[in-house]
Nanobody, 122 residues
Framework: QVQLVESGGGLVQAGGSLRLSCAASGRPFSNYAMGWFRQAPGKEREFVAA????????YYADSVKGRFTISRDNAKNTVYLQMNSLKPEDTAVYSC???????????????WGQGTQVTVSS
């Protein structure tokens, strides 16, 4: 089992920044690819960003490319999502997820956190 706990969400004005963190415990963190997903009210969950187990490869949704950066610190068992130039359409619950067998941009991950709310006001 891998337990994931997100933090860092909140209310920010358009154009502002937030950094989300996802702390992992349980199985060795460095064995897992990690992803960030988001779900806005009335919408389906969508992929935001992902990073390979080693941190050597990263992937982004087109809607966040150039504004968001995913990173990980395997010594701290934590993955981050730095979000800059935030827009009202970025408002959603953001969840991190862990996957044992390789990184994916789809939602077939093995473990999920409960999510943290990000609200961007115009």
């Amino acid at each position: 089992q891998v337990q994931l706990v997100e933090s860092g969400g909140g209310l920010v004005q358009a154009g502002g920044s937030l950094r989300l963190s996802c702390a992992a415990s349980g199985r060795p963190f460095s064995n897992y690819a990690m992803g960030w997903f988001r779900q806005a009210p009335g919408k389906e969950r969508e992929f935001v960003a992902a990073i390979s187990a080693s941190g050597g490869s990263t992937y982004y949704a087109d809607s966040v490319k150039g504004r968001f950066t995913i990173s990980r610190d395997n010594a701290k068992n934590t993955v981050y999502l730095q979000m800059n130039s935030l827009k009202p359409e970025d408002t959603a619950v953001y969840s991190c997820a862990a996957r044992r067998l390789g990184v994916r941009t789809t939602s077939d991950y093995d473990y999920w956190g409960q999510g943290t709310q990000v609200t961007v006001s115009s």
